[in-house]
Nanobody, 123 residues
Framework: QVQLVESGGGLVQAGGSLRLSCAASGRTFNGYTMGWFRQTPGKKREFVAAITWSGTSTYYADSVKGRFTISRDNGKNTVYLQMNSLKPEDTAVYFC????????????????WGRGTQVTVSS
């Protein structure tokens, strides 16, 4: 059982930056993949970024590549999403997720989800 709590969302102007954090608690294990997804009304939840347990491999959606950076601190059981050069189309509820596998996927096939944090980018 894993509990995830996101933080760091808010309102920012286009071109600005935010850093999201996701703290994991409960029965966690080494080897879990962690990722970020986002969802807006009328759209399906979409993949944003993922990182392996070692932190040596990262994966990004084309829409955020070069602007967002995912990282993790296993000692703190926390994953981060640094978001730079934000665009209005980045507006969404952002969810962190954990997959009980060392195999990274970019689908929604993750085992645990946070409740989400709202990110709003104004033009």
């Amino acid at each position: 059982q894993v509990q995830l709590v996101e933080s760091g969302g808010g309102l920012v102007q286009a071109g600005g930056s935010l850093r999201l954090s996701c703290a994991a608690s409960g029965r966690t294990f080494n080897g879990y993949t962690m990722g970020w997804f986002r969802q807006t009304p009328g759209k399906k939840r979409e993949f944003v970024a993922a990182i392996t347990w070692s932190g040596t491999s990262t994966y990004y959606a084309d829409s955020v590549k070069g602007r967002f950076t995912i990282s993790r601190d296993n000692g703190k059981n926390t994953v981060y999403l640094q978001m730079n050069s934000l665009k209005p189309e980045d507006t969404a509820v952002y969810f962190c997720a954990v997959r009980r596998s060392t195999v990274v996927v970019t689908t929604i096939d993750y085992d645990y989800w946070g409740r989400g944090t709202q990110v709003t980018v104004s033009s």
